[in-house]
């Protein structure tokens, strides 16, 4: 597509629930990642593909965070066990180079997906 | 983990004057790039500079890299109130060249 597209925009889920957030990213981008965004800070990094492969995941917060991407290009991140401290903004970006040395990893993102769990 | 700080944190400033932010990072980096961000919306990407080069410009925008200060400014000459928004540096690293870490941002507010 045009750009990256994520959704639901907003989802609110009861404490304990499992959630799935989805990106769909720019059309022939190698490179996808999951961010998260809390108020007033940062984007945190959690993970990031090549293609269909997780290169790094040192960022998700414990193992009810997991994220796949099995034809290479749409991506589900999925929350199970839903926590209050999971409410937060969850950002998703592509980049065309998938080749790390090449170190022109310029990130398109979403619009987001606000999650509120209650 | 964020790999930058930005300084200041916050910073307003009267229309038509420049705006300039800083950026200390920790680790060898490859490139260093900046993102802009309208209230709460999603990031745009500014521009990016390589560690083999020291200034790089991009319309109002100049950027500043010391690799051996560890650090990054951003100049935004001539500031319209459009340019209020957050702004983050974010830097890839040699040991993971594809992770792309952000810093806690600057809020940058423009007065009429």
């Known amino acids: 597509g045009a750009g990256v597209s994520q959704s639901p925009r907003y989802k609110v889920t009861k404490r304990g629930q499992d959630v799935a957030l989805r990106c769909d990213p720019i059309?022939?981008?190698?490179?996808l990642y999951w961010y998260r965004q809390a108020l007033g800070q940062g984007p945190e990094f959690l993970t990031y593909f090549n293609y269909e492969a997780q290169q790094d995941k040192s960022g998700l917060p414990n193992d009810r965070f997991s994220a796949e991407r099995p034809e290479g290009s749409i991506s589900t991140l999925t929350i199970q066990r839903t926590e209050q401290r999971d409410s937060a903004m969850y950002r998703c970006a592509s980049s065309s180079s998938g080749t790390g040395y090449s170190g022109a990893n310029v990130l398109t993102f979403g619009a987001g997906s606000r999650l509120t769990v209650l | 983990s964020q790999q930058g700080e930005e300084d200041p944190q916050a910073l307003s400033i009267q229309e038509g004057e420049n705006a300039t932010m800083n950026c200390s990072y920790k680790?060898?980096?490859?490139?260093l790039q900046w993102y802009r961000q309208n209230s709460g919306r999603g990031l745009v990407h500014l521009i990016l500079?390589?560690?083999?080069?020291r200034e790089k410009h991009s319309g109002r925008l100049r950027v500043t890299l010391d690799t051996s200060k560890k650090s990054s400014s951003l100049l935004i000459t001539a500031s319209r109130a459009a340019d209020t928004a957050s702004y983050f540096c974010?830097?890839?690293?040699?040991?993971?060249?594809?992770?792309?870490?952000f810093g806690s941002g600057t809020r940058l507010s423009i007065r009429p």
């Open positions: 974010a830097t890839v690293t040699y040991s993971s060249a594809s992770k792309i870490i």
């Open positions: 059309s022939g981008h190698v490179s």
């Open positions: 680790t060898s980096i490859n490139n």
């Open positions: 500079i390589r560690s083999n080069e």
